[in-house]
């Protein structure tokens, strides 16, 4: 079946640092989305992209998703406090089914302020 | 709105006990999903509705049985609770807007079996 794998599992950054999280389908996706989880939290849903090499921006976060439709990333430019949590990438199969979404383990972000 | 509601919060079971964990959506969402979430893990579907009265497997659907009877409610049923089964539930909805599908999660149960 479909696998998303997400890296690196954990990252620990200092207030202001940079902070990037990748995301890798063993299938096509037809689209991916990425949400953010506090500790102790529901998953949030954060954006989804459906174009190939699309990139969005949000604030400080940009994502994109890779010209072939197997890849994303997740970029926090300067990051804050507020930014800790885990965040998931979670695809689409290419098979026509928009609603069941296969996630990955997640990245969970710490950050010394 | 109260978006995706979920009940209890915590259960402790003993092995072998069933259970019902509830929940609820008031944003007229067709599509409904309960997921697991284990330690250091992504989120595993279990099983899911793409509108009253249609379930289907997930990718962990073994020892969970789910209904739909109305849009509002999608229950899922435990019936013999093994220690397997200690996680973290989460229920969602979602609603297809164009491409689209964000999906809302509840608050999460819980869930230790003994």
């Known amino acids: 079946g479909q696998q998303v794998m997400q890296i690196p599992q954990y990252q620990h950054v200092q207030e202001g640092e940079d902070f990037t999280t990748y995301c890798n389908s063993s299938?096509?996706?037809?689209?991916i989305q990425w949400y953010k989880q506090r500790p102790g939290g529901h998953p949030v849903f954060l954006i989804q992209?459906?174009?190939?090499?699309e990139v969005k921006k949000q604030k400080r976060l940009t994502f994109q998703f890779g010209e072939a439709k197997k890849n994303s990333s997740l970029h926090i430019t300067a990051t804050q406090t507020t930014d800790v949590g885990t965040y998931f990438c979670?695809?689409?199969?290419?098979?026509?089914?928009?609603?069941?979404?296969?996630f990955g383990k997640g990245t969970l972000l710490t950050v010394n302020p | 709105n109260a978006g995706v509601t979920q009940t209890p919060k915590f259960r402790i079971l003993k092995i072998g006990q069933s259970m019902t964990l509830q929940c609820t959506q008031d944003?007229?969402?067709?599509?409904m999903y309960w997921y697991r979430q284990d330690p250091g893990m992504g989120l595993k579907l279990i099983y899911y509705?793409?509108?009253?009265?249609?379930?289907d497997k997930g990718e962990v659907p073994n020892g969970y049985n789910v209904s739909r009877s109305t849009t509002e409610d999608f229950p899922l049923r435990l019936e013999l609770a093994a220690p397997s089964q200690t996680s973290v539930y989460f229920c969602?909805?979602?609603?297809?807007?164009?491409?689209?599908?964000?999906?809302?999660f509840g608050p999460g149960t819980r869930l230790t079996v003994l």
């Open positions: 969602a909805s979602s609603i297809l807007a164009g491409e689209i599908n964000e999906q809302f």
């Open positions: 299938t096509t996706l037809s689209n």
């Open positions: 992209l459906v174009k190939s090499g």
């Open positions: 979670a695809g689409f199969g290419s098979g026509g089914s928009n609603y069941k979404l296969t």
């Open positions: 944003m007229n969402h067709n599509y």
């Open positions: 509705s793409v509108g009253a009265g249609i379930t």
